[in-house]
């Protein structure tokens, strides 16, 4: 009898106890989901479609490209190589822009030697394989933060070097890039 | 209506009487006619009381038992004081969301400089997948940039040799 009254006893201090810390479990509740979709909208970034813009860019100490249909490189990657590398000149040979699903990989021929395959994977990581001739020469895993541009590059013929520039296309900078062909057109 | 006498009476079976008072009921207990009878009924009635009335026995320990009252002495005064005082309710239901809010934007602020460029803490794998071609990489956490270069490696002992050539020259 003694020992089911101590029982009742701790068990009646054990629930008031819990009550005391229910009261707090809305505000605890309201911190987890707050949390919680902040980590989803991140995870949603990186679940959806990665649409990636590469160019092939040709480093060169002429002042002029061979080939007219080459445009000097945009000023932003200009800038950068130039800072970096010892050519002076940098022309634009190929520019293309690919949306790659979730999970799966795209092709994208920058040249009759050049071709990369990059594939979108879990979190933020990409991966580029890099194609010389037909042959796998190179592949990288690197994951893509806002902003950055990852280049895979090397050297060619006459002093020369080749770059194909990787970056991911903001929904500000599409809309421009659209807005651009729109008036080339 | 009781009289003096019967309050006496039941005083004096209580034990609540004065001692100079009690030899004087006494004394009309012996003497008055129905007294006895009296005390004999209040009596009885007394150890009825006594024997059939219900117990409360504590099951807490006393000053745990004092320490509840107190306590639901205390939470009625607040709960009086908060209704006399609307800003605190206000608080109540605020300072929760702010909390949570103040949370949430610390761990976006954090993921933001976390993704941040200059974070660049990423690992990074690379392969060389020919034997004829090796690489190497760079990163410029300035420029946002980061580059692989990709080289012939027959050229690279090319040139290793024809360096070593010129230093022997």
């Not at chain 1, 902040?38 to 040709?58: C, G, I, M, N």
């Not at chain 1, 950068?80 to 000149?89: E, G, Q, R, S, T």
């Not at chain 2, 009086?80 to 949430?104: D, E, H, M, N, Y």
């Not at chain 2, 660049?120 to 060389?128: D, L």
Request: proline letters at 4%; charged letters at 25%.
């Amino acid at each position: 009898m003694i020992a089911t009254k101590s029982w009742l006893r701790l068990n009646l201090r054990k629930s008031r106890s819990m009550i005391n810390s229910y009261r707090f479990l809305p505000r605890l509740s309201g911190l987890i989901l707050g949390v919680a979709l902040v980590f989803l909208s991140q995870a949603s970034v990186h679940a959806a479609d990665l649409k990636l813009e590469a160019t092939l860019v040709w480093g060169t100490n002429d002042e002029k490209s061979p080939d007219a249909s080459h445009k000097p490189v945009d000023t932003v990657y200009a800038k950068k190589l130039a800072k970096y590398f010892k050519w002076k000149n940098y022309f634009e040979v190929n520019r293309q822009t690919v949306t790659i699903p979730s999970r799966q990989s795209k092709r994208l021929t920058m040249s009759k030697q050049c071709v990369i395959e990059i594939t979108e994977l879990e979190g933020e990581p990409i991966e580029v394989k890099l194609y010389g001739e037909g042959k796998l020469l190179n592949k990288f895993t690197k994951a893509l933060t806002k902003g950055e541009i990852v280049a895979i590059a090397g050297d060619d013929k006459n002093e020369s070097a080749w770059f194909v520039m990787i970056k991911e296309i903001e929904p500000k900078a599409e809309e421009e890039l659209a807005r651009k062909a729109a008036g080339e057109k | 209506m009781k009289t003096d006498f019967e309050l006496n009476v039941q005083a004096y079976l209580d034990g609540e009487l004065p001692e100079n008072e009690v030899k004087e009921v006494q004394a009309v207990l012996a003497a008055r006619l129905g007294s006895q009878e009296l005390l004999r009924e209040l009596t009885q009635t007394r150890d009825l009381l006594r024997q059939n009335e219900p117990q409360a026995p504590l099951t807490d320990s006393r000053d745990f038992y004092w320490s509840q009252i107190r306590r639901r002495i205390d939470a009625e005064e607040k709960a009086k004081t908060a209704a006399s005082q609307p800003g605190w309710s206000f608080r109540r239901f605020f300072a929760p969301l702010i909390t949570g809010a103040a949370c949430v934007f610390a761990l976006v602020v954090g993921i933001g400089k976390f993704n941040s460029p200059a974070n660049s803490w990423s690992p990074v794998v690379i392969e060389n997948m020919s034997s004829e071609t090796t690489s190497m990489s760079f990163r410029s956490p300035s420029e946002n940039l980061f580059v692989v270069w990709v080289y012939d490696r027959n050229e690279e002992l090319a040139s290793a040799q024809s360096a070593e050539e010129s230093l022997h020259d």
